[in-house]
């Protein structure tokens, strides 16, 4: 039984920063593609982040490039997203997210591409 579980959330200031991490059991990170997505009240849950099985390639959302950086530690088997200059309207709880199978998973940006999910933390980004 694959189980995500991610930490880090918190109370920021706009502007300020914070580090989520996702630490995953029954499974290794690595050969599986990773990614980080979030879900505002009322709202869809969107991607933010994404990493290649390899981890050798990123990928972002528009809104965040730039600003946050995906990344992963094979040895500690944890998968990070750093967060930098937030903003109040990224307020939202983040949800780690891994392939079920290994390798290409086509459409990084798409919730369905992604088989395991974290139970999120909770990002306030305060003005």
């Known amino acids: 039984q694959v189980q995500l579980v991610e930490s880090g959330g918190g109370l920021v200031q706009a502007g300020g920063s914070l580090r989520l991490s996702c630490a995953a059991s029954?499974?290794?990170?690595?050969?599986?593609?990773v990614g980080w997505f979030r879900q505002a009240p009322g709202k869809d849950r969107e991607f933010v982040a994404g990493?290649?099985?390899?981890?050798?390639?990123?990928y972002y959302s528009d809104s965040v490039k730039g600003r946050f950086t995906i990344s992963r530690d094979n040895a500690k088997n944890m998968v990070y997203l750093q967060m930098n200059s937030l903003k109040p309207e990224e307020t939202a709880v983040y949800f780690c997210?891994?392939?079920?199978?290994?390798?290409?998973?086509?459409?990084?940006?798409?919730?369905?591409?992604?088989?395991?999910w974290g139970q999120g933390t909770q990002v306030t980004v305060s003005s």
């Open positions: 997210a891994t392939a079920q199978r290994p390798g290409y998973i086509g459409t990084r940006s798409a919730a369905s591409s992604y088989g395991y």
């Open positions: 990493l290649s099985w390899t981890g050798d390639n990123t």
């Open positions: 029954g499974r290794t990170f690595t050969d599986y593609a």
